[in-house]
């Protein structure tokens, strides 16, 4: 499980994910995490991401459950749900 040891490498990874990683999903949830990681809270980064309340909290909450693979690994938003 990738997951930063101390604050600052944290920063660090998102950082460097927000404008070098090759998906743009995953650039918006670095994006989201960096945010949240130099003191935003959910309310504050909804219109800065432009992505629903929902899906900040759950990014935020998988990464502190998995770090980025568990982040990576779960499909957002109603394209990933099942059509009945």
Do not use: C
Request: glycine share 6%; charged share 30%.
């Amino acid at each position: 499980m990738l997951k930063a040891n101390d604050a600052e490498e944290e920063r660090n990874l998102f950082e460097n994910g927000r404008y070098h990683y090759p998906d743009a999903r995953m650039m918006r949830r670095f994006e989201i995490l960096w945010l949240h990681a130099n003191g935003k809270s959910v309310p504050e980064i909804v219109p800065l991401v432009r992505q629903d309340s929902r899906t900040v909290r759950k990014v935020i909450k998988n990464y502190q459950a998995g770090g980025i693979e568990l982040v990576s690994s779960i499909e957002y938003g109603s394209l990933s749900r099942k059509r009945v």
